[in-house]
């Protein structure tokens, strides 16, 4: 990892609005997510059981897992439906020129 701690993931032209892409950053797995222009990442493993969330669907500002249908709100990472309870970690984001850049857990 960077001494700044961020990590270059991926270019921007691989993320057009709508996509999302799976990346492993040192034991994480992390989904990134362009949402309307802004891309966002969240942990990529269900809070729940074992599930790859970017198998899943997106709708608006959330992710369904793809094996009991928890959704998430994949900005801020918070649970908005059961069986998952615990919210997902959400990573910093920088865009330095064509380079996407993931950073530390948020909060
Ligand atoms: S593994 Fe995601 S809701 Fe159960």
Do not use: W
């Amino acid at each position: 990892m960077a001494q700044s701690g961020f990590t270059k993931v991926a270019d921007v032209g691989e993320l057009s609005p709508g996509d999302m892409k799976s990346v492993e950053v040192g034991n994480d797995q992390i989904l990134l997510i362009n949402h309307e222009g802004n891309i966002y990442a969240c942990e990529d493993i269900c809070s729940h059981a074992y599930a790859v969330l970017s198998e899943g669907d997106i709708n608006g500002d959330e992710i369904e897992c793809p094996l009991h249908g928890s959704a998430f709100n994949f900005i801020t990472g918070e649970v908005l439906t059961p069986p998952a309870e615990e919210n997902l970690r959400t990573f910093e984001v920088r865009i330095e020129g064509e380079d996407v850049m993931v950073g530390p857990a948020k909060g």
